[in-house]
């Protein structure tokens, strides 16, 4: 059994798994597959330092089967299916106590604060756990959670059948909201700059514009009748994506921030004040969000192994890592953990 270990300054060393026995409240999860995704790249970047403990094993989205259960466990047993909510909140603080554990103030993001999901053997709290079905396989189930994500944007973006939906960026999270929005019956645009990830997503049946190439404000009002758009998800994460992002909705549309934005970008309030704009922040997600997911999954109705580009052993993480930061002819990529 191995693990991925990151040790900083870019280095991933592939060693031992040391597994955890699982505690009384725990579970211990034999993990098949686990996605790398923009945290994951963040933690290699060296930009999570202050909150990992080196030499961390990272990774949240996976899939797996029960190894063993801790002495006060119900309802799970070795051999099941499963994919974890990687979130451990600590119930006590104002955001808990409102029911919005999901962003509590003391929250613990498994895989950053605490050990993740690139080993071979992952314990973890049983109140993470969701059941796969077993129609699903696991490289299907490795991506669940970053559906969920999409399930939890387009919720609190409010998405209805015909509205206009734009969407800034077009790698995994962003493909899946495009899809996920779709699937509510909106019409939607993606922003996009990566000529494969344009290719793959109009395979998908998106329709994508190269903002390097057309002028997006002027596209949406002409298609909009000069209106603008209901709904604008910024996933991009560029200065440019956020000083577009206020431009592009409609009087009272809503702007639903989604990326995570590592410096404080540039941001034109002037329209968002102008049309008295909505602008929300969309983190992570809640149970509910991967129910949704599980169901859009098993229904078959979003294309999602096209979403999985490369698959590579747990020993070639790095190679991962740089093809995702070259940006190029990759969507997602799964680790084979076992």
Wanted: glycine share 12%; aromatic share 6%.
């Amino acid at each position: 059994m191995k693990a991925a270990y990151y040790e900083g300054n870019e280095q991933i060393r592939i060693g031992e798994c040391t597994p955890a026995p699982p505690g009384p409240n725990q579970v211990q999860i034999r993990v098949s597959h686990c996605g790398i995704c923009g945290t994951d790249l963040h933690v290699f970047h060296g930009k999570m330092d202050h909150r990992v403990t080196m030499p961390a094993v990272i990774g949240h989205e996976m899939s797996g089967a029960i190894e063993a259960v801790g002495s006060r466990v119900s309802g799970w047993a070795a051999g099941d299916r499963v994919t974890v909510r990687p979130l451990d909140p600590c119930g006590a603080c104002p955001a808990c106590k409102a029911g919005h554990s999901h962003i509590c103030q003391k929250l613990k993001f498994i895989g950053i604060d605490a050990p993740g999901a690139m080993q071979g053997l992952w314990t973890v709290p049983a109140h993470t756990l969701h059941r796969l079905p077993d129609s699903l396989s696991m490289e299907q189930g490795a991506l669940i959670e970053p559906i969920a994500v999409a399930c939890h944007d387009v919720r609190l973006g409010g998405v209805k059948a015909g509205e206009y939906v734009v969407v800034q960026g077009g790698g995994p999270i962003g493909a899946l909201v495009a899809l996920v929005a779709m699937n509510e019956g909106g019409r939607v645009v993606v922003s996009e700059i990566n000529p494969f990830r344009i290719k793959l997503l109009r395979e998908l049946g998106v329709e994508v514009v190269n903002p390097m190439e057309t002028d997006m404000v002027a596209l949406v009002e002409e298609q909009t009748g000069g209106a603008g758009a209901d709904v604008v998800f910024e996933v991009s994460g560029s200065n440019a994506g956020a000083e577009t992002m206020t431009k592009l909705p409609r009087t009272r549309g809503r702007i639903v921030v989604v990326a995570v934005f590592g410096d404080p970008p540039p941001v034109d309030l002037f329209k968002f004040f102008w049309r008295e704009v909505v602008m929300l922040g969309a983190r992570v997600y809640e149970p509910q969000d991967f129910d949704a997911a599980l169901e859009l999954a098993t229904s078959r109705k979003l294309p999602i192994d096209k979403i999985i580009t490369n698959t590579c052993p747990l020993d070639q993480l790095e190679w991962g890592f740089r093809q995702l930061e070259k940006g190029g002819e990759v969507m997602k990529v799964l680790v084979a953990c076992s």
